[in-house]
């Protein structure tokens, strides 16, 4: 039986602006020399996604660089902007405490070459949303949620909210919500029934096999092992 079946459904089942706005803040960064330093130094998390998500809109317009390229400028500077630990650890939930550190480093690997190249597979789908950045509260010391929409011609907009923490280097992104639902919770659930049902390396594998096929879809297998 296939464990990652409700996975692909639940995917596919989200809107594809779900999926794009996720790489919105990183994808902006490639744009200017400097951004990068610029954003990551805002020390208002508002400030910092909506510095990016007002640029970021002119990556997924931009049809004179080839996909490839672009989709590669995602995959490195996502890993800038993105506290992927944070957000493998928290999708992984309690079974994290019952793995080995080199188990954990292992599925953190394996989960963000996975939602890396889940998101990049659909870029090319973006047909002209808009986002608009709406408010920003704090959750705390070190921590905040800057709401934004989508903004999509004849349909509802989409409400999307970005949770970020601030690390010793700036502010980083560890989850994101759309229409209220967790996108790190949506993973928890789904990862919880596999280990539960059939074990961690089940899951590990299933990740990587998963992540194998959207590699070849990309044409870039460099993640896979």
Not at 68 to 78: A, G, M, N
Not at 95 to 116: G, L, S
Not at 155 to 164: I, R, S, T
């Amino acid at each position: 039986m296939d464990s990652m079946a409700p996975m692909r459904k639940e995917l596919a089942y989200r809107p594809i602006t779900a999926f794009l706005v996720t790489s919105l803040v990183v994808a902006a960064l490639s744009l200017v020399g400097g951004s990068a330093s610029l954003a990551r130094a805002a020390t208002d998390p508002m400030t910092v996604v909506k510095t990016v998500v007002d640029q970021a809109l002119e990556v997924l317009k931009d049809h004179q660089t080839p996909l490839p390229q672009r989709q590669q400028k995602l995959r490195e500077l996502v890993n800038k902007n993105f506290d992927f630990r944070a957000m493998a650890r928290s999708a992984l939930g309690y079974h994290w405490r019952n793995i080995t550190p080199e188990q954990r480093e292992e599925f953190t690997k394996a989960f963000t070459a996975f939602v890396q190249d889940s998101y990049l597979s659909r870029m090319q789908d973006y047909s002209g949303q808009q986002v608009e950045v709406v408010s920003s509260r704090s959750q705390g010391d070190g921590y905040a949620e800057v709401m934004t929409k989508i903004v999509q011609n004849g349909k509802q907009p989409v409400p999307v909210d970005y949770l970020l923490h601030r690390k010793d280097d700036g502010w980083r992104i560890y989850d994101v919500t759309v229409d209220n639902i967790s996108i790190i919770a949506n993973y928890r659930n789904q990862f919880n029934r596999v280990v539960n049902n059939q074990g961690f390396d089940k899951l590990l594998q299933d990740l990587k096999n998963k992540q194998a096929e959207l590699a070849a879809r990309l044409g870039n297998s460099q993640h896979a092992d």
